[in-house]
């Protein structure tokens, strides 16, 4: 059964009750007895929640009156906040309660609320009626009581053999310390992944044997006290330790690791105590160096608390090949797949389900084993794994553990997340805003804003494993995160019957009771929209993006009063329905990548609760609602509304009246002030982009206290430091990032690569209006100059990022706080700012300033310490006159930078002497560069690029860089044989050659590229292969593209045992392929496309059972 969360909901009610608002409206209906009593049932049902959630109840009886007791509070809620919804509305329109309803609507509205009133407070006190022993319950703690040893049999593992060589690496690696000489080791990872069994295989390495005088193995679990010292001292001695008071043991088990080099493995360590840890401490001192502390955990946090030198090992999924290898040997024993080959096809889809969990994977594989009729195989294929009664016996024991542990308010925020269809990938902004419009985030008592609340739970959620991060995208966008797919199941198991994905059409139940709703299937349907109709207690309604439904009916939003979230981004809407404004308990609305053209007027703004609206990639959106009226709102995303042309449509009116000067309407600030009432701008604080029309919204600006990111575009607008001083960009202490944007042309408007891909087919781009001024030149180097002087920033500004600006020079602001700067499209700039003396900067891109010379001590500045003494990433591109880049004048300059990209600079002849590089990359320019970088002796990558003189002849840089990993040639016409100095690249990993037309031949031996993995041959239509590539044995992806010259690949292929991927494509004179391919054994991929002359595969490559 679900487990049911409560305690938080009671409190969102008592403060309800609480609030000034409601006060006004008990006296006015003689309620105030009512919320009185009620107050004080919730007071008494809370304490016994508290007893509940503490621990998992077990007797039906206590079930039953949570269900009841929850039911009654939700409903008893969203009457609350309709009544406090309307009061809000009534008020915002300066209307006194005595017109707000006629008579015999108020004396209605009076009796349901006490009704309503009166069933939660029944409820609630039929909580004191139930005795919540021990007897009832099972602690959490207790519930995944698991003790583990540290015996295991290695042939029964799959797949861990590089984790295996990793953490064995660790543990015998003898790194100095100066910390007690131990470091601490923990293997991180969600449960059931096999972080107790990988300790396990560790353990028993030969060569850890060897290299350790005493070895211990204790299992842990949540029990974090003298037990450990106890378990610990059993497990070196073989004896019992009973009776033995704590500083007794504590002696015992320092005198036997006392100078010894000991292992110590901690399995399945809950506690991050801090505390806790301390006092474990003093045990573990005294130890040999290389003494190591190896823990086993699912929480993050764990690897924080020790004060000893720490280097945790993040444990992964299996793959989907040796997940099968485990399946395939539970399931069927003794190569039985063979007796049953209809079933190999299900059984790989069934271990799709289990996201590479070894655990998940074992248990379904033992359910299977006994189970030899398809139909059996297909049900299990074709049904939710969290529906499975295998599930609930093997897996969610061992997952739920995670969740018991968690503290209320982190159980309600998780079940919530059920909601999400599976593999949706979401952004922390997001989710935390999505928990702030249910009411899931409750102020902690002190000034600190509900977001910061919200990314402390977000936090905790990904330091227990219960989210992963998806990954950087490449331009730097913010990640998202998502669950795998077992916790996702976990998510849905303990969410209950309060929410639903339609993930396959119509619901198979009604769905009057269901408060939170997903449709990721076809979202147009109307029997879905009909369905939807019947949900009155509705509070979430999320379409998955995809989707093409152009308009929902006006009878959902009229039926679905207590709305808080609607989530219809990138679903084909083209318009919205008036009745949305009968979601008077609507607190976020996401319309984003949507083609909708306008809001519906005097809608959305009389929306009292709202928090939230996104209208992000809304490319054709022509006004914002006004947004003076929206008095609740705290998020406001319109990146990407590139048909917007100022911040409120009256704005615009006035521009085209007055002009878009201050100076020429100051008389109009009289109008501002009465279109923004006092006070409007207390609550929005988060504004990704502001759109400039002119004047007026940049005093809209400076009346908003912003955090976090912020965009001014259009600044081409304005052209006066009058104007721009108006944005107090120097009072805005909040702001971490800063981009200031002139002109038409260019992408600001702003969706960047990673949201451009990520836009709906269906949104096309409409004709729209220039945002420019007809009055205004754009090219006003001196206008730009006094417009940026007006802009200075807060000196906390981490992140600055100007565009298109067409001044010649810039400001000269003092932020010392800058870990990035972005300078791009600036095409009046003689001079660069003078950034050396910046302490924190960490990484420069310098883009496209074709009127620049020269690179001189302007760039460097006066300090006397070392110059850029932080800055790690350098990009210099698209300077197409740029001559000379000087160095500092002797003094001491980029001592940590260890990336540099210089792209498109045709004419740079010098820079400086960089020791420090390891990453390099030098495209389009002249090789003469390469006189520069002869000292750099530490690259571990480097690429080449449309350098025409480059040459085996060129200066000897792979002579110098011994740990190069990563090497790139690409269109070099001046290579006609790789020389022979890469045979000393010992450290070589990916060799990628492309579009090098003259080269034909490798001088070098392969047998020295000893650690070779990838190479790459593309469009390189001279060259040959030899027969030397047979000697790479550690290559594992061969890719051989547009290479006219190659007829025949060597019989030395079928000597590459590691090769696993192989791609041969566009190879017009290739004939046919070795007989012997049949030799490479661990081939999982084989790729031939568009080679013409090849008609037929070697028919031994069936029997590579590796292959997909």
């Known amino acids: 059964m679900a487990d049911i969360v409560l305690s938080p909901v009671l409190q969102v009610i008592f403060d309800r009750l609480a609030s000034p608002i409601l006060q006004v409206l008990g006296d006015r209906w003689d309620l105030k007895d009512n919320f009185q009593n009620l107050q004080q049932a919730l007071l008494m049902a809370q304490a016994v929640l508290e007893e509940a959630e503490d621990q998992h109840v077990t007797n039906k009886a206590v079930q039953t009156w949570l269900l009841k007791l929850k039911a009654a509070a939700y409903d008893a809620e969203d009457l609350l906040d309709k009544l406090a919804a309307h009061l809000k509305k009534s008020e915002a329109q300066e209307a006194h309660f005595s017109s707000f309803f006629d008579a015999k609507k108020i004396v209605f509205d009076a009796d349901e609320v006490r009704k309503k009133l009166q069933e939660l407070q029944t409820v609630a006190l039929e909580g004191s009626n139930f005795n919540l022993q021990q007897g009832n319950m099972i602690a959490a703690s207790q519930f995944d009581e698991r003790e583990t040893g540290c015996f295991v049999i290695e042939s029964e593992i799959y797949g861990r053999n590089k984790d295996k060589e990793e953490i064995v690496k660790l543990l015998l690696s003898r790194e100095e310390t100066n910390k007690g000489n131990l470091s601490f080791i923990p293997i991180i990872g969600m449960g059931g992944l096999g972080k107790t069994t990988l300790a396990q295989l560790a353990y028993y390495d030969d060569e850890v044997t060897q290299h350790f005088d005493v070895k211990l193995w204790v299992f842990v679990s949540d029990a974090f006290d003298v037990r450990i010292i106890k378990e610990a001292i059993e497990s070196a001695t073989m004896e019992k330790c009973e009776n033995l008071a704590v500083n007794v043991l504590q002696s015992k088990l320092w005198a036997l690791l006392h100078k010894k080099r000991y292992l110590v493995v901690l399995d399945d360590v809950w506690n991050e105590d801090q505390k806790a840890w301390d006092k474990l401490k003093p045990v573990f001192v005294g130890g040999m160096d290389g003494s190591k502390i190896v823990i086993t955990t699912r929480n993050q946090k764990v690897a924080l608390v020790t004060s000893f030198p720490t280097y945790p090992y993040y444990l992964k999924e299996l793959d989907e090949d040796d997940c099968w290898k485990l399946f395939k040997h539970r399931a069927f024993p003794r190569g039985e797949e063979s007796k049953y080959p ?58 739920k553990s995670s969740y018991l542990l968690l503290p209320s308010h982190l159980k309600r925020c998780f079940a919530f997340c059920s909601i999400l269809p599976k593999g949706y990938e979401i952004k922390k902004e997001k989710l935390i805003q999505l928990w702030m419009a249910v009411g899931l985030i409750r102020s902690d008592g002190t000034r600190k804003p509900l977001e910061d609340i919200g990314e402390e739970y977000f936090q905790d959620l990904i330091w227990k494993s219960f989210f992963h991060d998806s990954g950087d995208f490449d331009n730097g966008d913010k990640s998202g995160y998502r669950m795998h797919h077992i916790i996702h199941d976990l998510a849905q198991s303990v969410a209950g019957h309060d929410s639903i994905v339609l993930e396959k059409g119509l619901p198979s139940c009604s769905l009057t009771q269901i408060r939170h709703a997903a449709v990721v299937c076809d979202s147009k349907n109307p029997e879905i929209h009909q369905a939807l109709c019947k949900a009155k207690r509705l509070r979430t309604l999320i379409l998955s993006p995809g989707g093409d439904t152009t308009e929902f009916p006006d009878q959902l939003f009229a039926t679905s009063t207590f709305l808080r979230v609607l989530d219809m981004s990138a679903s084909g809407l083209h318009y919205l329905v008036h009745s949305i404004g009968n979601c008077l308990c609507l607190r976020y609305l996401d319309l984003s990548y949507t083609p909708i053209r306008f809001l519906p007027y005097g809608t959305v703004e009389q929306l009292p609760f709202l928090q939230t609206l996104n209208l992000c990639g809304c490319i054709n959106l022509k006004e914002l609602p006004i947004i003076a009226k929206m008095m609740s709102l705290r998020h406001l995303d319109i990146t990407g509304c590139e048909s917007l042309t100022a911040m409120s449509p009256s704005f615009d009116a006035l521009y085209k009246n007055y002009g878009r000067s201050f100076s020429r309407a100051a008389q109009h600030e009289k109008f501002f002030n009465s279109t923004f009432e006092p006070g409007f701008s207390s609550q929005l604080h988060i504004l990704p982009t502001i759109v400039v029309g002119g004047f007026l919204d940049l005093m809209f600006l400076g009346r908003l206290n912003l955090q976090g990111e912020l965009k001014i575009i259009h600044l081409e607008n304005v052209n006066t430091s009058n104007d721009t001083e108006n944005a107090n960009l120097m009072e805005k202490d909040n702001l971490d990032s800063l ?175 960089l020791a420090s590089l390891e990453h390099l990359e030098i495209r389009k320019c002249s090789a003469v560069l390469f006189n520069s970088i002869k000292s750099a002796s530490s690259l571990t990558v480097l690429a080449i690029e449309d350098v025409a003189e480059f040459s085996p002849s060129s200066e000897g840089i792979f002579v110098n860089n011994p740990l190069l990993s990563s090497l790139e040639i690409i269109a070099c016409p001046g290579l006609c044989f790789l020389p022979s100095e890469l045979g000393n690249l010992n450290a070589l990993k990916s060799l990628k050659i492309h579009r090098c037309e003259e080269l034909s031949s490798f001088q070098q031996g392969f047998q020295h590229f000893k650690a070779l993995e990838s190479l790459e041959i593309c469009h390189c239509h001279c060259i040959s292969i030899p027969e030397g590539i047979g000697s790479i044995s550690s290559l594992r992806s061969l890719c051989i593209d547009n290479c006219d010259n190659l007829t025949s690949l060597p019989l030395s292929l079928k000597n590459l045992t590691c090769l696993e991927h192989l791609t041969i494509m566009n190879c017009r004179n290739l004939v046919s392929l070795p007989e012997d391919m049949h030799r490479l054994s661990a081939l999982q991929s084989l790729t031939i496309l568009s080679c013409s002359q090849v008609l037929s595969l070697p028919e031994e490559l069936q029997h590579i059972t590796t292959m997909h």
């Open 342 to 399: 209809n079933l190999v096809p299900i059984g790989k889809e069934i271990i799709k389900k289990c996201g590479g969990i070894p655990l998940a994977v074992k248990t379904m594989s033992v359910s299977m084993r006994f189970k030899k009729q398809e139909r059996e195989w297909l049900f299990v294929q074709n049904s939710d794994l969290w529906k499975l009664d295998v599930y609930h016996k093997e897996i969610l024991p061992v997952m």
């Open 739 to 913: 981009g200031l944007y002139w002109g038409e042309k260019h992408d600001i408007s702003i969706l960047n690569p990673v949201q451009e891909d990520s836009k709906p087919p269906f949104l096309k781009r409409e004709q729209h209006h220039s945002t420019g001024s007809s009055e205004q030149h754009q090219s006003d180097a001196n206008a730009a100059e006094e417009v940026a002087k007006g802009l200075q920033p807060h000196q906390n500004l981490k992140m600055l990022v100007v565009k298109g600006y067409p001044g010649n020079r810039f400001p000269h602001w003092m932020l010392p706080n800058l870990t990035k700067v972005d300078l791009r499209d600036c095409p009046n700039c003689n001079y660069l700012p003078v950034l050396g003396n910046l302490l924190f900067l960490k990484t420069l891109i310098l883009h496209g300033m074709p009127s620049l010379v020269h690179i001189g001590t302007e760039f460097y500045g006066e300090a006397s310490g070392q110059l850029f003494p932080s800055l790690e990433e350098l990009v210099l591109s698209d300077f197409l006159n740029l001559q000379e880049w000087l160095d500092p004048d002797g003094k001491d300059a980029f001592p940590k930078l260890s990336k540099l990209i210089v792209k498109k600079c045709p004419k740079l002849i010098s820079m400086p002497l």
